[in-house]
Each structure stands twice: as structure tokens, then as C-alpha cells.
């Protein structure tokens, strides 16, 4: 009994220091309400979600990427691809560069914009040089897709996550989660898998 006595507080102990390490994932989850944003496009002009030339957008598909990561550029075609399909049903791409350049030099602005030509973005590809947007998001790795829904003034986080199930070779996708969300939403259905775990290389983040 004595050394029962004993091992209950031990045990409550430990209890409480395991939940010490819970680390709680921050950012936007699916049915959460997102900020909007004016961050600075490669053609020189800030770009908002609420800007004149989205007022028929029905949401937008924001995809926190770069330019020097393997994974981005894995996916830029594919981006490019879902900003070609979706942007004229209401859904177009705003894609954002969260690094910070102290430890990523590749995504200077300049670059940036060497980049967007290159690769004949049609879609804006913005500067978050505080960073401040990725960290509210959310945003662990570029690229890192977050799928929104317009409801009035506000906007709704609907799926977050990769874009599909294959870094390496586009032939071999099976699942097409972005597509899949999207095309979802436009028929008034509910998204069957509204999150996924995002994979690429981790986002730059300033020293503090």
C-alpha cells in the first residue's frame, strides 16, 4: 500500500511533464476564417485577395513555394497547371516566397522575378518578406498549398496541405488533392480529404 501511495503522484508526475512536449501545430486547419494580405508582386505592385481584379473569385488556391528548392521547382509546372485550369472557374493561384534571404540568397526578390519570366508565370508571385503571412498560415515547407473559399468578406481555409502524392514524377500521381478539393467545391461537395501533410524543403525562417 505504502508503495502504491508512492507511485500515484510519480505516475501524475509524469503524466505532466509528457503533455509539456505536446507540441501544438500552428497555423490554419480546415473551416478556419484567413487574413487577407498586401504583399509586393514581381511586377512591383502589392497584390490583396481583395483587389479589384479577384472580384469574381470564388477562392483561391495560395501556395507557399521559391525558387531554389527542388521541390518547388518539381511542382512548378504543376502549379502552373492548376492556376490554367482553375483560374478561369474562379479559383486562380497566388503564390507566395516566405524565405528569408540572409539564409536563402536564391529567393531574392530580383530572382524572383528572373523566375516568374522564365517560367512565364500568369499568376502573382509575391514577397512575404516579414514573413508574418507564412507564419499565420501556417506554412512549413515550400511548397505548402493552402485552398480557400470566399464567403463574402471572408475567407475560408478549405483544404491545406501537398498538392498530390508524388514529388518525383508528375506520370505517376494518383492522388490529386488540390484538383480533387477544388473540383469538389465547385460541385457543392464536401472535400473527402481536407488535409494533408505537406512535403518539400522547410521554409527559411528568420533568426531571431
Known sequence: MKNSKILIPVFAFLILLSSAFIVVEPGYKPGDKAIDFKLKNVDGNLVS???ESFKNAKGFIIVFTCNHCPFSQAYENRIIELNSKYASQGFPVIAINPNDLDLSPEDSYELMIERAKEKEFKF???YDDTQAIARTYGANHTPHVFVLS???ENF???YTGA?????????DVT???VNDAINSL???KPIAVPSTKSIGCTIKWKKS
Request: zero cysteines.
Open 156 to 158: 475560408i481555409v478549405k
Open 124 to 126: 502573382p508571385y509575391l
Open 186 to 188: 465547385l460541385a457543392g
Open 175 to 177: 492522388k490529386r488533392y
Open 150 to 152: 470566399k464567403q463574402g
Open 49 to 51: 485577395m481583395q483587389d
Open 163 to 171: 498538392i498530390d502524392d508524388n514529388t518525383d514524377k508528375p506520370e
